[in-house]
């Protein structure tokens, strides 16, 4: 099983910006598929953003397209999601997520395992 820890969350201004990073441990990171999902109060957990192993394909919400960029350093076994022009909507819990042969990127169902989340909290 792979371990994930979040960090980077925080409270800042709309129009700020910030990265989350993502730690793992436990597998051989390069073989993952990694995402980012977020989870506001009282409404369902949501896709963000997910990078195929090699780095180069990534796939966006609608949301943060052109706002937020995923990366990852695989000698680091490091995800990143790095978030510019926060808008208060985007206040929510960030969870990263890890995979080894998922294709339903979109869906948090298919996801095998998660992160324990960060609170990125955008002030209006």
């Known amino acids: 099983q792979v371990q994930l820890v979040e960090s980077g969350g925080g409270l800042v201004q709309a129009g700020d910006s910030l990265r989350l990073s993502c730690a793992v441990s436990g597998r051989t990171f390069s073989d993952y598929i990694m995402g980012w999902f977020r989870q506001a109060p009282g409404k369902e957990r949501e896709f963000v953003a997910a990078i195929r192993r090699s780095g180069i394909t990534t796939l966006y919400a609608d949301s943060v397209k052109g706002r937020f960029t995923i990366s990852r350093d695989n000698p680091k076994n490091t995800v990143y999601l790095q978030m510019n022009t926060l808008k208060p909507e985007d206040t929510a819990v960030y969870y990263c997520?890890?995979?080894?042969?998922?294709?339903?990127?979109?869906?948090?169902?298919?996801?095998?395992?998660w992160g324990q989340g960060t609170q990125v909290t955008v002030s209006s």
């Open positions: 997520a890890a995979d080894r042969t998922i294709s339903a990127l979109t869906s948090t169902r298919t996801w095998s395992s």
